[in-house]
């Protein structure tokens, strides 16, 4: 049984700081975040209404959450629009710098190119942002997981909207299936060193988004059992 869609407190300290339609969080004024104690242990992130806030780009998206097989998924719709689910939460990456997650499509964007700026939408996004209080934001960079459409996986390119502060990481794609749940294991730390080219210890922003308002398609997609832990 569906339960009704969860309609989070619209952003204050991240209104503040966050700007632009695709760069999402790397063109964000974030010196003003309100930022919780940072994480040390392992710790999943609970998937409760008031933990998180919806910053809505371009129309707005619907987040429902679901029981489903004895836990509480977070199921993503979007018709033609772009919203993201937004969580402060600064993370050890000297402690904790595994991030474990389950995703499934539920209706998946049509192929498109996914490196262009008319081309960015994508079924299912994880956002992971450094985002130093106090620094300027051309500190900030971000790490983007995505359920791609046709990139391989593995792929990784610049966000088109992201001012060279984000990177795109294929971990799925229309090949992997619909309705078919995924586990992803990524080290954070590794993948900023890797694909960014950063050595960073915290991370400061966690994001979902199911997004679909270049194409003006409709996706769908369900988060689950995310979890930051120690290698």
Wanted: with cysteine; aromatic share 8%.
């Amino acid at each position: 049984m569906r339960m009704p869609s969860i309609r989070l407190r619209q952003p204050n300290g991240l209104t503040r700081y966050m700007r632009g339609l695709r760069a999402l969080f790397c063109v964000a004024a974030l010196s003003s975040c309100s930022l919780l104690p940072t994480e040390t242990s392992q710790r999943e992130i609970a998937l409760e209404p008031d933990d998180w806030q919806q910053k809505d780009f371009s129309g707005r998206g619907e987040y429902v959450l679901t029981p489903m097989d004895g836990r509480q998924v977070l199921c993503g719709h979007s018709q033609s629009s772009a919203s993201a689910l937004t969580r402060e939460i600064a993370v050890d990456l000297t402690q904790t710098p595994v991030l474990s997650w389950r995703w499934r499509v539920v209706s998946p964007v049509r192929p498109q190119d996914e490196r262009s700026q008319l081309g960015d939408d994508f079924s299912a996004r994880v956002y992971v942002v450094h985002a130093p209080p106090g620094r300027s934001r051309l500190a900030t960079r971000a790490i983007n997981y995505v359920w791609a459409a046709q990139a391989t996986n593995g792929e990784s390119w610049p966000n088109p909207y992201g001012m060279g502060r984000s990177t795109m990481i294929s971990l799925r794609n229309a090949e992997d299936g619909v309705g078919v749940w995924q586990a992803e294991t990524r080290n954070v730390r590794e993948d900023f060193r890797r694909y960014a080219g950063v050595e960073i210890e915290t991370v400061h922003v966690l994001a979902l988004m199911t997004d679909s308002d270049n194409t003006g398609q409709q996706s769908a997609a369900c988060y689950a059992d995310i979890w930051f832990r120690g290698e």
